[in-house]
């Protein structure tokens, strides 16, 4: 266990609609990044946030956006869902600003299927 | 070009052998990490080992080692005495400083150990 925890597990939308994702960190970790993993494929980064700030982006549309909250939990949005953002979306803690490895600790995913 | 390959789809390993998961990958950054994920069927990514670029010595989790050959670039995981819970996909990721937090996935390995 990580102690990353998303939620929902599980979330069926269809084409259009908008969708929220939740996330709640490891106890001690600063820091939240998100991945969109496709079926069959390995994960992409979406962004990270770090003290309620984005602080890097992958190659993700505006439509795809978060936030952090104070308690270091986070949101992924994503508007105007289309078919290809079906995928398991998977949520990462770590503790960064110190010199240790900042290793990136996964939650079990929440897996949104567009329809 | 990619920036990690890991060229083994699927692979087969008797239980309590040894099997060695291919990863290479590309970067001009000095400064690196390389990370090893497991992921079951549940989909929750599981940290598994780390190799900073400037490690002098292949890193060793239990029965998890890298055998990093950085001339070669390439970061192979070895798990010995193989048990029927290590069937599940493996990722290689990189993380390279110039590239913040952004963990970069290799296409994974599904590994089936055989009783």
């Known amino acids: 266990e990580t102690g990353v925890t998303q939620s929902p597990t599980h979330l069926i939308k269809t084409r259009g609609q908008q969708v929220t994702l939740r996330c709640s960190s490891q106890s001690g970790h600063n820091t939240v990044s998100w991945y969109q993993q496709a079926l069959g494929q390995g994960p992409q980064f979406i962004f990270q946030y770090y003290r309620e700030e984005e602080n890097g982006r992958g190659n993700f549309p505006p439509r795809f956006s978060g936030l952090q909250f104070p308690n270091y939990s986070s949101e992924l949005n994503v508007n105007a869902l289309e078919l290809d953002d079906s995928a398991l979306y998977l949520c990462?803690?770590?503790?960064?600003?110190?010199?240790?490895?900042?290793?990136?600790?996964f939650g079990a995913g929440t897996r949104l299927s567009v329809l | 070009a990619q920036k990690i390959t890991q060229t083994q789809p699927g692979m087969f390993v008797q239980e309590k052998e040894a099997v060695t998961l291919d990863c290479t990958y590309d970067t001009s950054d000095p400064s690196y990490g390389l990370f090893w994920y497991k992921q079951p069927s549940s989909g929750e990514m599981i940290f598994l080992i780390y190799q900073g670029s400037y490690d002098q010595q292949n890193a060793t989790e239990g029965r998890y080692s890298l055998n990093f050959q950085k001339a070669r670039k390439s970061a192979n995981l070895v798990i010995s005495a193989s048990q029927l819970g290590d069937s599940a996909m493996y990722f290689c990721a990189m993380r390279e400083r110039n590239a913040g937090n952004m963990l970069t996935f290799g296409g994974g390995t599904r590994l089936m150990v055989k009783p």
């Open positions: 990462a803690s770590s503790l960064e600003g110190g010199s240790g490895k900042n290793i990136q600790y």
